[in-house]
């Protein structure tokens, strides 16, 4: 079946480090794949997505690329700041009428000054 | 502009009692979903719905029901709340041709 696999957390860096969060997946076909982030006391909301194999997601100075031959769409950041400290989820999704996202057990990243 | 909202944002009830917790969507999406979010669980999904009078199970729904007789509201209640039903929900709508899920901002339930 579809499923999605994150880096296990916490993630602590220092400010203006380099973060990566890795995310792989299982699937067959061509699923859209998304990065949603979770900030403190709030709900989801989507940071980036990417709907074909090659296509580079970005927002707010994170980027992820769709790698179709590694089954990858690992979120990078040059240079994270403190107001990044949140929960990372990875998903994906056939879209259409009738399919879900799937989720990642997300991956906490703090970053300290 | 479009939201989805949920209500209460904070409920504690006891053991046994039925609760009712509300979600309301001005997207206009068909597709709609409750999740749960527990430490080491991530989000799990409860129930959904992809239009009017349609539900589903989702891969922990046992002692929850939802109902969709409009396409804005998809409540999720516990007939008889137990303590490992402590936790926070979130309800989503989804865009039909993406899938991108829009959340609303969750629901935290304390069952004692």
């Known amino acids: 079946g579809n499923s999605v696999t994150q880096m296990e957390g916490p993630v602590t860096l220092s400010e203006e480090a380099f973060l990566t969060i890795n995310c792989t997946y299982t699937?067959?076909?061509?699923?859209?794949l998304f990065w949603y982030v979770q900030y403190p006391g709030e709900g989801l909301q989507l940071l980036l997505k990417a709907t074909k194999a090659d296509d580079k997601g970005s927002n707010k100075g994170f980027e992820a690329t769709y790698r179709k031959e590694t089954t990858s769409f690992h979120l990078e950041k040059g240079s994270v700041q403190v107001s990044d400290s949140a929960v990372y989820f990875c998903?994906?999704?056939?879209?259409?009428?009738?399919?879900?996202?799937?989720f990642g057990t997300g991956t906490l990243l703090a970053v300290q000054p | 502009d479009a939201e989805i909202t949920q209500s209460p944002r904070h409920k504690i009830t006891e053991t046994g009692r039925q609760v009712t917790l509300a979600c309301h969507q001005t997207w206009n999406h068909n597709n709609m979903f409750w999740y749960r979010q527990d430490l080491g669980h991530g989000l799990r999904l409860i129930h959904y719905?992809?239009?009017?009078?349609?539900?589903n199970k989702g891969e922990v729904s046992d002692g929850y029901s939802v109902s969709r007789s409009n396409t804005e509201d998809l409540p999720l209640t516990l007939e008889s709340a137990a303590s490992s039903q402590t936790s926070v929900y979130f309800c989503?709508?989804?865009?039909?041709?993406?899938?991108?899920?829009?959340f609303g901002e969750g629901s935290r339930l304390t069952v004692l």
């Open positions: 719905s992809y239009g009017v009078q349609d539900t």
């Open positions: 699937a067959t076909g061509y699923p859209s």
């Open positions: 989503a709508s989804s865009e039909l041709s993406t899938g991108e899920l829009f």
């Open positions: 998903a994906l999704t056939y879209g259409g009428a009738t399919n879900k996202l799937i």
